[in-house]
């Protein structure tokens, strides 16, 4: 019994200090202060333990949305999605039209799939993981309720999120009509097609 004990504890121990472990990712700034390259340089740090974790479960879109196109450059918090830090990936089917980012009258192609990494940068500098957020264009007759979207997660661990698609996801998303019900990354971050 005592082996196995010590076991346990060095593999918790080895996985603790395996580089690219979001629990190693710090800053050392407050979060207000970072810049655009810090967030990149964080980033890089937490993605492969946040993909390692949403893919956990083997779940179809987040096997998928690794070979995506990133549509920012670099993770923001846009103030909504609790304070977590957003980084958005598109599928080929809306992709290019995601990265216009327009305002009016923007209607995606039924197939699109966005799929939302998040963390939270805490007061020590730490990173917590936060979920892996989808909206799937279904079209109207499937979610009419939503826009056309269905919504759905996964959480750090690869399982699925319970989620209050119209109550809550679209009761927020609602409030851009004419960009089909897409937020959006913050402008600084927004890339050119
Ligand atoms: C309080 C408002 C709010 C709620 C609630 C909310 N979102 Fe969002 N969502 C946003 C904003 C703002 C953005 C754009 C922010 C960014 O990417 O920097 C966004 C972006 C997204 C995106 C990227 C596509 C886009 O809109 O540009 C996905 C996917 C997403 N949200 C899924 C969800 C899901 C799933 C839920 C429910 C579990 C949810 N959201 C709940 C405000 C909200």
New binding site residues.
Partial sequence: MKIVANLVLILMAVAWVTPGHAADCKVDKKAADLSIDDLKTLYECVRPDLIKGYQKKKKENALAYTDWKAA?SAP?A?G??SGQY?M?YVNPVGFDQYVQYNTDGTEMPVGTI???EAFTIKKKGTIKKGPL???EKVGLDKAPKTGGWK???LKPNGKKLK?K?EG??H???QAWPGQDF?????EAVRISS
Avoid: D, E
Avoid at 182 to 186: K, L, N
């Fill in positions: 920012s923001q846009p909504m999605h957003l958005t966005i799929a939302k957020l989808f909206m919504y759905t997660g989620v698609a809550f996801c009761a927020c998303h897409m937020g959006y990354p913050v």
